[in-house]
């Protein structure tokens, strides 16, 4: 489904459901300017260097602790540009915490980010094997087998752009993911060529294919992951809003609102395709990982009602109560805090 198919859906939708839905559309961005090389690549890059001679080097129960004290090293400059952003997203959603709390909880988040980045290094220069427990996979293989292709919703954590993947594939799952040509952790020429690419080179090795797409070239993937998805295919969409025109923004938690992409729910509802929400989250660091996957969001769903995006707002809700599980379980492992809000901020689309 292409995003002028979602933007009429959307159009339907708008005030329509028991709470309070927003569906409301961006204009596509002309593009930034791309920046040939940043100090953020010079600061990756280092990062790298450091995590692959830990993880050759020293053992596995101390990795942990040198994330930990290269994430505490800058901590207070992270603490003057991001903490009040984090801080005020975290009471929204999980209602008050304390200021002591919250700063722990965040100095909690920014170890796993460096954890992340450690394990990236691990998966590429270490032997060592984390062990993968995946909690629905009863309901994946059902999907599976009906043949249909499957689409997989995954929400943002720090450790399943990854651990999730691989996990996955080592179930036996071939996963085909959609993903934007910016992926990775800077966005410069430098950092596409060459920063950006530890990550993909780690996370590759579990894919079937990774479908790449520019900023114009939204419809085109989506084409192709469509014809994956019509050969009986598992096709990964990331539950975010960094690409594409229609969203949904809905509350969250305590008194926070939080905005999910409408493209992969309209597209798994228009051709009959059952949608799974999973997420990845880490229950000792570099050693266990917890995959869950969702029953099929789209299974209620009647045929009268796939192209009334009406008819699909439990599904969104449902994603929605998925990652609120998801947060108040692991907060520290959910990666875009900065994308909870604190108000609503999504135009309301007029179906006048």
Same mark, same amino acid.
């Given at each position: ?11 339907? !939708?708008? +005030?329509? $459901? ?32 450091? #995590?692959? $001679?830990?993880?050759?080097f020293a053992p596995r129960d101390r990795w942990a602790g040198v994330a930990r004290r290269l994430a505490l090293l800058r ?8 903490? =009040?952003?984090? !801080? ?5 959603a999980l209602g008050e915490q304390g200021p002591d709390k919250t700063y722990a909880l965040f100095q909690r988040w920014r ?37 249909? +292709? ?13 651990? $999730?993947?691989? +996990?996955?594939?080592?179930?036996? #799952? ?11 952790? %800077?966005?410069? %020429?430098?950092?596409? @060529? ?19 797409? &520019?900023?114009?070239? +939204? *419809? ?25 025109r229609s969203f949904v923004e809905m509350p969250f938690g305590k008194a926070a609102y939080v905005h999910m992409p409408v %493209? ?7 051709? &009959?395709? *059952? ?14 990982? =917890?995959?869950?996957?969702? /029953? ?8 009268? &009602? ?11 809700? @449902? ?11 692991? *907060?520290?492992?959910?990666? *875009? ?5 604190? @108000? ?5 689309? /007029?179906? !006048?």
């Amino acid at each position: 489904m292409d995003d002028a198919i979602s933007d009429s859906l959307a159009v339907q !939708a708008a +005030g329509a $459901g028991k709470e309070p839905l927003r569906f409301y559309t961006r204009d596509q961005d002309d593009g930034e300017t791309i920046r040939l090389f940043s100090e953020r690549d010079l600061i990756e890059l280092g990062l790298q260097g450091l #995590y692959a $001679g830990t993880a050759a080097f020293a053992p596995r129960d101390r990795w942990a602790g040198v994330a930990r004290r290269l994430a505490l090293l800058r901590i207070a400059k992270h603490r003057r540009k991001h903490y =009040h952003v984090f !801080a005020d997203a975290v009471e929204a959603a999980l209602g008050e915490q304390g200021p002591d709390k919250t700063y722990a909880l965040f100095q909690r988040w920014r170890c796993r980010l460096h954890e992340r980045r450690l394990s990236v290094m691990a998966d590429l220069v270490s032997r060592t094997r984390p062990e993968f427990n995946i909690a629905g996979g009863y309901a994946l293989d059902r999907s599976v087998a009906a043949g249909k +292709g499957v689409i997989l919703w995954s929400l943002q954590f720090a450790f399943h752009s990854l651990a $999730g993947k691989r +996990g996955l594939s080592e179930a036996g #799952y071939r996963i085909n993911q959609v993903s934007s040509d910016l992926h990775g952790p %800077t966005h410069t %020429t430098f950092g596409r @060529a060459v920063t950006n690419k530890s990550a993909i080179m780690a996370e590759n090795r579990y894919l079937a294919e990774r479908l790449v797409f &520019g900023a114009d070239e +939204g *419809p085109a993937v989506l084409r192709r992951a469509l014809r994956v998805l019509n050969k009986g295919g598992i096709v990964n969409f990331t539950n975010t809003t960094y690409s594409g025109r229609s969203f949904v923004e809905m509350p969250f938690g305590k008194a926070a609102y939080v905005h999910m992409p409408v %493209t992969p729910v309209a597209l798994a509802a228009a051709h &009959g395709i *059952p949608l799974h929400v999973v997420f990845t989250a880490a229950k000792a660091p570099f050693a266990a990982y =917890h995959i869950a996957v969702s /029953d099929d969001l789209t299974a209620g769903l009647g045929g009268a &009602g796939r192209r009334d995006i009406a008819a699909l707002e439990p599904v969104f809700l @449902a994603a929605r109560d998925r990652l609120l599980d998801a947060v108040q379980q692991y *907060p520290d492992q959910y990666l *875009p805090w900065g994308n909870i809000k604190t @108000a609503r901020s999504g135009p309301v689309i /007029d179906a !006048a």
